[in-house]
Structures are given as C-alpha cells and as structure tokens.
C-alpha cells in the first residue's frame, strides 16, 4: 500500500472513530432523558377530586424540595433557570390564594426563604426575566404574613426589571442581552403576572404600564394575521414576527400574561377593555385549532402533532381564570372542563402530569421529547384548584362533561 493510500485510510479511520463516539455520546444524552412508560392510569374525569389535586401537588413539592429529584429529571440549577421551579409553585400559589391552605404556604416559604437573606434580598441576585416569576408567590407569602421581608423581595424584582427595561431602546424587557431586539412570548408569562400584581398591590402604576406595554407591542408584531396564531417572538427593529407559528407553550405564556394582567388592571383602567377584547379573540381563535380530545399538539395550528400538556394546561387555566375573574363569558366552562378531562387521562399514577414538550431551546429550537415536566404540572394544578372552587359554588353553571 503507497503512503498515500495509507495516510487516505488512516484519515478515514479517524473520522469514522470520531463518528461512532460522537454518536454514543448523543445516544446516551437522549437515553437519559427518554421517560420510562407511565404506570396504568390512575384517575378519571369522575374521580376529579381534592384526592387527584393532592397527588398533584405531591408530585410539585418532590419537583421543589426534593434534592433527589428536582424538575422531574433536570438538575437543580437547571430547574431554577428554566423557570421550572416558578412554574411549579404557580399550582401552590393558585391554591394557596383561594384556600389559605398552610400546605401551599409552607411549600412556596421554604422553597423561597433559603434564596433570601433576611431582610429580603436575593443571596444570588437577579440576573434574568426566568427569575421574576418567583416574584408572584412572593406577593401572595407579603399578603399573608405582611413580612417585610417578601415586601422587599418583590421590590427587588421590580427594580431589576424597571432598570432592565430602561436600558432597551424601546422601554420594554429583552428575554437575552444576545438578542436584544428581540421579544419571546415566553416574557410575557414570566413577567407580565407580577408586574400587574406588583402594581396593584404596591400601588406602582408604571409596573402595571409595562405590563400592558409589552402585551399591546407582542399583540401588534408577534401574530400571524391569517392565523391569528402567535408566534415565538417578534423582532423590535424589524416589527415582524420571529419563529414558530403556533407554538402551543408560547400561546400559552402569551394567554397566562394576559390574563394575570388584566385581572389585577383597576377597572378605570382605559387598557383594560382592549386587553379583554385582545383575550377573547386570541380565546376564539386557539379553540378553533384544538385536537378532538380537547388540548392542543405541541405545534397548535397542526393538531394531529403530538399533545402538549404544558401549553394546554396554560391556555386552559387562563381561560378559566378569565371566567372566575368575571371578563370571559361562563359558556367557555365547556372548553377548560374538557381540557381537563385530556390532562387527567395524561396524568400518571404517581400525580406527575405526563406528555409535556421538552424545554425549548431558542426560538425555532423544540427538541421533540415529552415527559413530565414543572411547566405542565404548575398550570395543570391551578386549573384543577380552580375548577374544583367552581365546582363548590352554588351557581347555576354549566354542568355537562365533554
């Protein structure tokens, strides 16, 4: 064999060693995250009960306090990056706010009392738009206990937020400092809710106007007007929308934004009648590209795509929240009954919500691996908490199970 051809092989060999290791490194990343098939389903639609809501929360306060299983298969400082640990105190906060269960108190208080000093101040600081979402619970821990120290942690949040937005040339909030023309609907979820609570709550209007601010920019850039799906995000420089059409998580922060807001907007508000009109019409039009089991695939203008449980679950409890909170008409009960009754049958018998999309990557970026997951878990427990107070009310709303 000439030198020639013995160089050409060996290159060859190297390549192809490279390769095979390559490809079991990637293999192993993806085995790990694979799910083992849930056990038989535990719950049905008639079983919905405090019993099936319990399990629930179990399986929320392992994603928070238990170190041996934080985010259900992320790691601890993923959980606390990829907002997974506000989304999943989100059920406990839901609860909490309608019962005054000391359960959910202690649950949201130990998880947030050991990342605060004692007079309120982030041990880690405040660094990204993921952290703030914590800030709701937070509100709900001052209301209950008027502890100073929730009161100084809430305005933290809030100054790191106002200084973020005044640093951007548009006065509103950057999800990256890589992208800073750049607006993900994946904010308007993380922050818009406590802005809005903020605001009312500390009596700070200008918290409450960039809330409203970033929603009103998102609903005029960020949908696809022959869809009148919203898309990943839109582009400030360009005022065109960015990404993925339809992507249910996506449609689901923008609805959670949303109507966080708009509840907590004084009914002087001149914003207010525009943001509820802007919720029933994105309301109408998600309906309308629903799955026959009555949630939505990962990508909501294909419903024959795989379910996403944690968009679903999200565009679900907003819409029942709009109801409970008086701005969407009662008939919408139909929608979020059956909603639910897919999120039970997607429910394992350990109390973990199954099926939900993996965490995104970036915009155009959505790793097709389901399992269970904090952002499908927090939004599915708050659904049924408030389901469950509808259920109690003595009112004459519709009753009948799709």
């Not at 993923?78 to 019962?99: I, K």
């Not at 937005?165 to 990256?176: E, I, P, R």
Request: charged residues 25%; glycine residues 8%; proline residues 4%.
């Amino acid at each position: 064999m000439s030198r020639t051809r013995y160089v050409k092989y060996s290159l060859y060999s190297i390549i192809a060693a490279l390769l095979i290791i390559d490809a079991l490194w990637l293999g192993s990343k993806l085995w790990s995250r694979i799910k083992p098939a849930p056990p038989p389903i535990q719950y049905t639609w008639k079983q919905l009960n405090q019993q099936y809501v319990d399990s629930l929360k179990s399986a929320l306060e392992k994603m928070l306090l238990d170190k041996d299983h934080p985010g259900a298969g992320m790691s601890g400082e993923e959980f606390d990056r990829a907002m997974g640990a506000s989304m999943a105190m989100m059920g406990h906060t839901v609860s909490f706010e309608l019962t005054q269960n000391q359960r959910d108190a202690n649950v949201i208080k130990t998880y947030i009392d050991c990342r605060l000093t004692a007079d309120g101040k982030f041990k880690a600081g405040l660094t990204r738009l993921d952290e703030c979402m914590m800030g709701w619970p937070i509100i709900e821990l001052y209301l209950s206990t008027q502890d100073k120290k929730y009161a100084n942690a809430a305005k933290e949040i809030y100054a790191f937020l106002d200084k973020t937005a005044s640093t951007t040339k548009d006065g509103t909030l950057q999800y990256s400092a890589d992208n800073p023309d750049d607006r993900l609907v994946d904010s308007l979820g993380l922050v818009c809710p406590f802005l809005s609570y903020y605001g009312k709550v500390f009596n700070e209007p200008k918290a409450q106007e960039l809330s409203v601010r970033m929603l009103k920019d998102f609903l005029e850039y960020g949908i696809e007007p022959r869809s009148g799906l919203p898309c990943h995000g839109f582009s400030t420089s360009r005022e065109c929308p960015l990404g993925l059409i339809g992507w249910t998580r996506g449609a689901g922060w923008l609805m959670l934004g949303l109507t966080e807001t708009i509840r907590h907007l004084p009914a002087t508000s001149s914003y207010r009648q525009d943001l509820c009109d802007e919720f029933r019409k994105l309301t109408d039009t998600l309906i309308s590209w629903r799955k026959a089991d009555g949630c939505w695939g990962w990508n909501a203008n294909k419903p024959d795509c795989h379910l996403d449980t944690s968009g679903s679950s999200m565009i679900a409890y907003s819409i029942e929240r709009a109801i409970h909170s008086g701005f969407l008409d009662v008939s919408y009960y139909l929608v979020t009954d059956k909603a639910l009754a897919c999120l039970v049958k997607n429910t394992r018998s350990d109390g973990l919500v199954d099926n939900s999309l993996g965490d995104s990557g970036g915009v155009g970026i959505y790793p097709q691996i389901y399992g269970p997951a904090a952002w499908a878990q927090g939004p599915t427990t708050a659904l049924c908490i408030l389901i469950l107070d509808r259920e109690s009310s003595s009112d004459s709303r519709p009753k009948n199970r799709l």
